[in-house]
């Protein structure tokens, strides 16, 4: 997706970059478990215009899950790393599965859905994600970590870029992963800048989220996956060609 710079960096005043939308998807023993959905063109465009985001509806998730073997309905755990726009759309392609979300994140969303003062995302998504027919599971802010599965541990963040963060620790054969999502937009917004994302609900709450994901990763042996780093993504192994084993 095509977006102005000043939505990934509060220093930046012009130009676009291009910025990659991760989705992750892990088959464990408890069956497929999802973080984050990527977004709804017809959601997306009002609110970060112009850009080039142009997925036919063939070519949402299910289309990719598909090419990986997987269909959306197996999708058993959905973890929303927060409400935003880009990382929660089409929810409703997930009617059978657990979505597993903070708490403050779930009910600062669900007021403004029921109160009609949404901002990102706008209505519509809400509407989808409340509707969906999910279970929701949210977690209170002192529920710091849960481990989903041997394997992948939810890691609960607090107020920062959003109302809830939700990153994950993961740990594979491969090596160990700390997921950051929007904790962390690109590696230069972490050690030793601290750069603020265009959008942010605790300037404290989000220093904070930077440097404990930095000595979790470090304490852990882990690589962090950045939320929207057009650097790092295309290093990634992808599907449906490549994994991490
Ligand atoms: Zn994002």
């Not at 939505?7 to 676009?16: C, M, R, T, V």
């Not at 899950?65 to 929660?88: M, N, Q, T």
């Not at 859905?113 to 409340?130: G, H, I, Q, V, W």
């Not at 963040?157 to 937009?185: P, R, W």
Request: glycine content about 8%; hydrophobic content about 35%; aromatic content about 14%.
């Amino acid at each position: 997706m095509k977006l102005e710079a000043n939505y990934l960096d509060e220093a930046s005043n012009q130009g676009f970059d291009y910025i990659p939308i991760p989705v992750y998807v892990f088959e464990t023993s408890k069956g497929y478990v999802m973080y984050d959905t990527g977004c709804d063109k017809d959601s997306v465009m009002p609110i970060y215009p112009p850009n080039d985001f142009d997925p036919t509806d063939g070519e949402y998730m299910p289309y990719h899950l598909e090419k990986a073997g997987i269909k959306a309905e197996d999708i058993k755990y959905l973890v929303i790393s927060h409400l935003h726009v880009d990382h929660c759309g089409k929810a409703a392609y997930y009617p059978k599965a657990t979505c597993i979300i903070n708490n403050q994140e779930f009910s600062q969303q669900l007021h403004q859905y029921m109160t009609d003062t949404c901002t990102n995302p706008p209505k519509r998504d809400l509407e989808a994600f409340f509707s969906s027919g999910m279970k929701f599971q949210t977690l209170a802010d002192d529920v710091k970590e849960l481990e989903l599965v041997p394997g992948l541990t939810i890691l609960n963040l607090g107020a920062g870029h959003a109302y809830g963060m939700i990153g994950l620790y993961v740990e594979l054969e491969e090596g160990n992963f700390v997921i950051a999502s929007d904790c962390i937009y690109c590696a230069a917004h972490g050690y030793p800048d601290y750069q603020m994302p265009g959008i942010g609900v605790s300037v404290e709450g989000y220093k904070e989220t930077v440097r404990y994901l930095e000595k979790y990763a470090k304490d852990h042996n882990a690589k962090i996956l950045f939320g929207h780093d057009a650097e790092q993504f295309p290093t990634l192994k992808q599907a449906p060609g490549a994994y991490y084993a």
